[in-house]
């Protein structure tokens, strides 16, 4: 057949989605892919401090591949992945945004005999609605105005490995039976063509909204054989420290920056505030900061002060205007803009810190008059 075999591990993917603690995997002679921090393989670098009064031991990151945790919750979370891995069920992962979904994911297919396969993970959420159908089980050549060539969909591109289907809870109510169709019977038809194509495909899929009122109920079943609860960030404070170790050492890879840990005084600020966009989030503030101060320890004054209740030590990275009579649609035009500039025009990234889906947040950008709609396009 003409799906992706691979006859080495290899990681693709049709949308990736940033989460707990991601690194570039073109660092270990992978181009073009990304992966997870994993203690085995990452780059010996001098010891991170995390703090001048926290013990020594919280140098020595624990986790699973490229989750990182030691609170009771993520030690369930691993020895549940563990469990999982070896089988070929379907397993439904919901959380918030931002709580590292599709690496858990991607944690369930390299501990599985599909590791050597492919993993293909695509946001159904952020894909206009008229192409769902396309991206997943593809299409032949002429099959609509625009297909130029044949396109085989992420079910073929995953063959011998791993479908991750994020954000499924967005999924039209109209292309769903389709869906169910090929998870039931594994086959797929392009769209244009009239022969079905076997897939040997294991599906996960992922949602930070209620699924159970989003699916159908026979889709709803036949993804949740299996269903993992991800932990919110501001539950499992004790994770924080290690999470942020891992992130500053791929962050001064990144950005040659040479940042050492973070004072006590953020840290005491990083447990105690509540990460509306969890993980994500916490990398975004981690970077930031990890920029303004270049070198050394991370201090509150290099924390956006909006944010944590203080002076910051750059300018902040941008602001609204409110004037009397200022429409609400105006206001959110402007708030949303400011937001997809702060997150590098990474629409789901500025969808979690916004708290709402990709989906909505392309819908409201829809509504914006032109030049708005140029402004957050721009990159």
């Excluded at 991750?164 to 998870?183: S, Y």
């Excluded at 500053?248 to 050492?260: C, D, M, P, Y």
């Amino acid at each position: 057949m003409n799906g992706a075999q691979a006859d080495s591990p290899s990681v693709q993917f049709c949308r990736y989605d940033s989460g707990v603690a991601e690194v570039e995997r073109s660092s270990y002679g992978t181009a073009n892919s990304m992966a997870g921090w994993n203690p085995s393989v990452v780059v010996p670098q001098p010891p991170v401090a995390l703090s001048d009064t926290r013990p020594t031991e919280l140098r020595h990151p624990v986790g699973l591949g490229s989750l990182v945790g030691q609170s009771p919750a993520m030690q369930e979370l691993f020895a549940l992945i563990q469990k999982l891995a070896p089988s070929s069920a379907s397993v439904l992962i919901a959380g918030q945004s931002g709580t590292g979904k599709e690496l858990v994911a991607r944690e369930i297919h390299n501990l599985s005999p599909r590791r050597n396969g492919p993993f293909i993970a695509i946001n159904t959420a952020a894909l206009p609605e008229d192409l769902i159908e396309s991206e997943l089980f593809g299409h032949e050549k002429g099959a609509f105005t625009g297909a130029v060539e044949r396109h085989l969909g992420c079910f073929e591109q995953a063959h011998g490995g791993t479908l991750f289907l994020d954000e499924i809870g967005e999924m039209p109510r109209a292309a769903q039976p389709r869906l169910l169709r090929v998870l039931e019977d594994l086959r797929v038809r392009r769209l244009g063509s009239r022969a079905d194509v076997s897939v040997d495909v294991r599906v996960l899929a992922a949602t930070s909204q209620p699924a159970e009122t989003r699916l159908r109920d026979d889709l709803y079943y036949r993804l949740s054989v299996f269903q993992i609860l991800l932990p919110p960030l501001r539950s499992r404070a004790e994770d924080i420290p290690l999470i942020a170790q891992v992130m500053i050492q791929i962050l001064n890879r990144k950005n040659g920056t040479l940042v050492a840990g973070l004072d006590s005084e953020v840290l005491r600020a990083f447990e105690t505030y509540h990460w509306p966009g969890n993980a994500r989030e916490l990398r975004n503030v981690i970077e930031r900061a990890s920029i303004v101060a270049g070198t050394g320890m991370l201090r509150l004054k290099h924390l956006p002060g909006t944010t944590f209740g203080h002076k910051p030590a750059a300018p902040a990275m941008g602001a609204i205007t409110l004037l009397p009579g200022s429409r609400l649609s105006e206001i959110e035009e402007a708030y949303i803009t400011l937001t997809l500039q702060h997150a590098n025009h990474n629409l789901p990234q500025a969808a979690g810190l916004l708290g709402i889906t990709p989906r909505t947040l392309r819908n409201r950008i829809a509504s914006f008059p032109k030049a708005t709609k140029a402004a957050t396009s721009s990159g």
